[in-house]
Structure formats: structure tokens, C-alpha cells
């Protein structure tokens, strides 16, 4: 009789067990959409992104974070707000830029699991079922690596794939090659990444320096279908100065191992000009000296301008200023927002 209560209890508490997992509510995935002057891909956005992410056993959130939008962008976003909640809509007062996009939106996002994706269809929202499914196998960080970049002119594409190389030999932590803002990451990388507060912001090196297990995925990008790109030629090389001052102190070492270079030529030389002169056939020195002082002036130069690069950084470092600022909501839940406006140091009402 024991014997069989004690069964009935174990089927009991099996039966209990299987029916909470199964009535457990699915996790929650943040997607983080970027957006400036994309009225065109919105309605693209919405469909595409729907069709592959509502048929998954996860519950959903959209931020899109508009980067004050001169087009219809704001007008599309609202209207998808209001019909469906889980869409939420951040503008800023300005362009602050991509990365603080990013910013705000890991900032704002509840997600287990965040994944950006930009608002110009690029990078294929198909591929978001096979990042879930190496967060799933324990990855903490799961990033897109571009193998091909169709519909763009061939010096873009050689610009980019070597700008990428420059920017990994540069850091002084490992950055995957050919990897852009498309990624998955953790909730706990999330938090760690809340820690890091300075200004001036590479998140993809920042992502690469947080460490935990991180794995890539290859896929191909897509052409640009609608609207026009954001970032110029003079972009791709603001964008890869920035990654490398952020990262690395090389550009500075590299001065510091040129001047002593030039110290030990001059040194060597010395002995040698004090030789052919003393012999009667000094070599002709205004051709030389000439020569010599524009190199070292172009050197001077540069090297100043590099360091000049990082004293400015520091410059917007110690200032403390908010990293943006939010000029409207919609859909986004007051504690958040309050938290938001901590964070980026606003002082509005909230709308």
C-alpha cells in the first residue's frame, strides 16, 4: 500500500513538474532596430521581420531607435506602435550616431536575449532563428560575419574588408573579422556592457572586450533595396579612426618606436658625416637638409595630430555629458523610461 501511494505521489509530482515547464512563459528576445531616414524599408522591416519571428516559441519586443529622422520614418513607426504593442519607438533630439542607437536600445531593452538589426534589410532577419539556437547551445554571444556585400561599388567592399583588418591588427583585444552590429547577445552581457561608461564608443570592439563564450555565424549580406546609405566614404574612416583610438594604443607606440628609429639613424650617421668631412668631400647639405626637415616636420606633424586625436577623447570624456538625449516615446514602460532618463542624464517629463 506504501509502495503505491509512493508511486502515485511520483506520478503526481512528474505530471506537476511537465505541466509548469509547459506553462512557463517563453523567453523574451529584444530586437534592436536602428533607424535614420528609412521610410521606404519600413513597411519591408515590419513584414520580413514578422514572417520569420512570430512562428518562433519566443515572445518578442521591437525598440526602434530613430536617430531624428528627417523623412516619413517617425509617421510609419507610430502607426506600427499603435496597432501593435510589442513595437516600441525611441527618438532622439538629434543624430548621436549609431552607437548610442545601440546604446539606448540595450539600455532600454527586457530581453534574455538581445539581437540588433538594422532598419535598411542588410543583414536578412532569416538569420535570427540560428542565432537563438547557439544562445540556446550556451553562447553568450552570437555574431553575424559577412562573406558576402552584393549591390555595393568594388572600392567600398575593399575599403571595408581592409578597414576591418586594420581596425583587428590595431586593438589590443581580439575583434572578429568581417562581423558588424548584426549579433545576438546575453542578458548577462547586456549587464556587463552597462558597466562600461565611457563616451566615445566602438560596441563592437566593446562587445569582443567583455569576453564570454562567443561564436560567428557567416551569412550573406543582401543589397540595399530602398533608401540610401547613411555612411559615406568619409564615414568608413571617421568610423575605423575611432575603432582603433578606442581600442589601442599602437598609433601612439608606433611614434614612440619612429623617434627612437630616427634617434639611432642620427646617432649612426653622425660618425659617418664627421668622416667625409675630415677627408675633404662632405656630402651637398642643402638638398639633404631640406629633405630631412620636411620628413621630420611631416612626422612631427602627424605624430601631434595622433596624440592630439586621444587628448580630445579624454577632453569628451571628463566633460560628462548625457550620451543622447530622447526627445519622444512610444510604448515604452514608465519604470524603463525613468531609468533611461537617469542614464542619459535627461530632465523632461515623460511622454
Known amino acids: ?141 552570437v555574431y553575424g560575419v559577412r562573406t558576402v556585400r552584393p549591390g555595393e561599388p568594388t572600392w567600398r567592399n575593399v575599403a571595408v574588408h581592409w578597414a576591418y583588418r586594420c581596425i583587428a591588427w590595431a586593438s589590443d583585444v581580439p575583434i572578429p573579422l568581417d562581423a558588424g552590429d548584426f549579433r545576438l547577445i546575453s542578458k548577462r552581457v547586456r549587464d556587463a556592457l552597462e558597466q562600461c561608461g565611457e563616451y566615445n564608443r566602438y560596441m563592437r570592439g566593446l562587445v569582443a572586450w567583455l569576453g564570454f563564450r562567443q561564436v560567428g555565424i557567416p ?62 668631400s662632405p656630402p651637398p647639405g642643402i638638398t639633404t637638409i631640406i629633405v630631412l626637415l620636411f620628413i621630420g616636420i611631416g612626422l612631427n606633424s602627424l605624430g601631434i595630430g595622433i596624440l592630439g586625436e586621444y587628448l580630445g577623447r579624454t577632453y569628451a570624456e571628463v566633460k560628462r555629458r548625457p550620451l543622447y538625449l530622447i526627445q519622444e516615446t512610444v510604448n515604452v514602460d514608465a519604470p524603463a523610461m525613468s531609468q533611461e532618463l537617469a542614464l542619459s542624464g535627461k530632465r523632461e517629463d515623460l511622454k
Open 1 to 141: 500500500m506504501i509502495e503505491e501511494d509512493n508511486a502515485m505521489l511520483s506520478e503526481r509530482t512528474s505530471r506537476q513538474a511537465i505541466t509548469s515547464v509547459s506553462a512557463k512563459a517563453p523567453p523574451l528576445v529584444s530586437i534592436i532596430i536602428p533607424a535614420r531616414n528609412e521610410a521606404e524599408n519600413i513597411p519591408r522591416l515590419e513584414a520580413e521581420l514578422l514572417a520569420t519571428v512570430d512562428s518562433l516559441p519566443y515572445a518578442f519586443e521591437f525598440l526602434v531607435i530613430d536617430n531624428a529622422s528627417e523623412d516619413g520614418t517617425g509617421a510609419l513607426l507610430k502607426a506600427i506602435c499603435a496597432r501593435d504593442p510589442r513595437w516600441k519607438y525611441i527618438r532622439f533630439s538629434r543624430d548621436f550616431t549609431v552607437e548610442m542607437s545601440l546604446t539606448a536600445g540595450y539600455h532600454l531593452c527586457s530581453g534574455e536575449a538581445i539581437i540588433v538589426l538594422h532598419s535598411d534589410l542588410q543583414d536578412p532577419p532569416e538569420t535570427i532563428p540560428r542565432f537563438l539556437e547557439k544562445w540556446h547551445e550556451g553562447y553568450d554571444v
Open 219 to 280: 551569412y550573406e549580406r543582401r543589397p540595399r533595396k530602398a533608401g540610401r546609405s547613411n555612411a559615406p566614404f568619409w564615414h568608413l574612416v571617421s568610423f575605423t579612426f575611432n575603432a582603433i583610438t578606442s581600442f589601442s594604443l599602437k598609433p601612439l607606440r608606433m611614434f614612440t618606436f619612429m623617434g627612437l628609429l630616427l634617434l639611432l639613424l642620427s646617432v649612426g650617421a653622425l660618425p659617418i658625416y664627421v668622416v667625409l668631412y675630415l677627408i675633404g
